[in-house]
């Protein structure tokens, strides 16, 4: 039985909300603090938090090094899953880890496989985070993810799942025969906390997919299950390249942003082929499934169903 303190840094986000439900299921004898802003202590999620058994500790990432420290004494474990806005955020944080005696640091990551430096703003910006942990020789795990299911699927012309449907996924990058891993967010959950407890991830990088698969087969998919014809529009490697030459100037705190990053993304998994298995063993990453292969991630036929059996 492994007993260990961890505090989350965004337990009421989209992924961070699966990771504390799988922390509350283990069978080991972990103890949750959810670090939280003073603006957000209020808030329902924040006392639902509490009331199952969550500790609440209030954080300021742009408060004093020692103000930080204090915060995260006694805790072993932290793991910062926070929006892009926050990620440099975690600079100062690491410094504050490492003064308070944390034993492992898992930074927000969280991305699609590609290398660092050159591909994507959003990851050489966390790239930055990480050289920072490294040169004060923090311990870490680093936990990439495929591209998420909830980011992957188009509108149906039915509008039957319009809800789940993120608006970034009517365009297919390039041919759309590039083979990428794809994830559901519940299973970012369940191999974060397995990948937390085990010695063997420690200063080490993790991939988590639930899938691999081209966008030609999600939508081969989609139709089949859904029994409806989707059109194909596809947003070419070279469009993708035109609009980020745009946007070059703009910066991860910029409104527009978002845009940006999706873009090179795009480009990344879906024309250059970065986000996959095979690239993700090259740039010497553990593989989820090779380090538990008893773990079942949700395929992405199975999302589709539960979206088109919510829709009737
Ligand atoms: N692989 C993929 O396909 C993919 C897709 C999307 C996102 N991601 C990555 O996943 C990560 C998390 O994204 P998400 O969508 O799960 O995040 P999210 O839903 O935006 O959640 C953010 C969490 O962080 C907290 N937070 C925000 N600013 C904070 C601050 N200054 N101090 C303390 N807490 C703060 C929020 O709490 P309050 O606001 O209530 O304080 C909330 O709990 C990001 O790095 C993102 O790039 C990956």
């Keep these: 039985m492994i007993n260990m303190n961890i505090a989350i840094l965004g337990a009421t986000g989209t992924t961070g909300r699966y990771i504390v439900d799988e922390l509350l299921a283990s069978e080991h004898a972990v103890y949750v603090t959810a670090l939280v802003r003073a603006s957000s202590a209020d808030k329902p999620e924040v006392q639902d938090l509490k009331a199952r058994g969550v500790a609440i500790q209030l954080i300021d990432l742009q408060g004093s090094i020692e103000d930080m420290t204090k915060a995260l004494e006694g805790q ?31 930074p927000t990551m969280f991305a699609p496989v590609a290398p660092p430096k050159g591909l994507s703003t959003l990851r050489d910006t966390k790239e930055d985070v990480l050289n920072h942990i490294r040169r004060l020789q923090l311990p870490y795990t680093i936990i990439d993810v495929g591209w998420w299911y909830q980011l992957t699927l188009p509108k149906l012309p039915s509008g039957r799942i319009d809800k789940a449907a993120s608006g970034l996924a009517e365009r297919i990058p390039g041919d759309g025969n590039v083979l990428s891993a794809f994830t559901h967010n519940r299973d970012v959950g369940r191999y974060v906390v397995r990948a ?80 996959n298995i095979h690239n993700a063993e090259y740039l010497g ?19 589709i169903q539960e979206l088109l059996d919510e829709s009737s």
């Design 76 to 106: 072993e474990v932290l793991i910062a899953i926070l929006p892009i806005a926050a990620t440099i955020d975690q600079i100062p944080l690491a410094t504050a880890a490492k003064k308070a005696g944390v034993k492992r640091f898992i």
């Design 196 to 275: 937390t407890l085990d010695p063997r991830t420690l200063n080490k990088f993790v991939f988590i997919y639930s899938e691999m698969l081209t966008m030609n087969q999600v939508y081969d998919q989609l139709e089949k299950l859904s029994g409806e014809t989707l059109p194909r529009n596809h947003i070419s490697g070279d469009e993708l390249l035109a609009n980020l030459a745009q946007l070059k100037d703009v910066g991860i705190r910029d409104d527009n942003f978002l845009q940006k990053a999706v873009y090179e993304y795009q480009y990344s998994w879906g024309v250059r082929g970065d986000n």
């Design 285 to 303: 990453y553990m593989l989820g499934k090779n380090l538990y292969p008893d773990l079942k991630g949700t395929s992405m036929d199975e999302y």
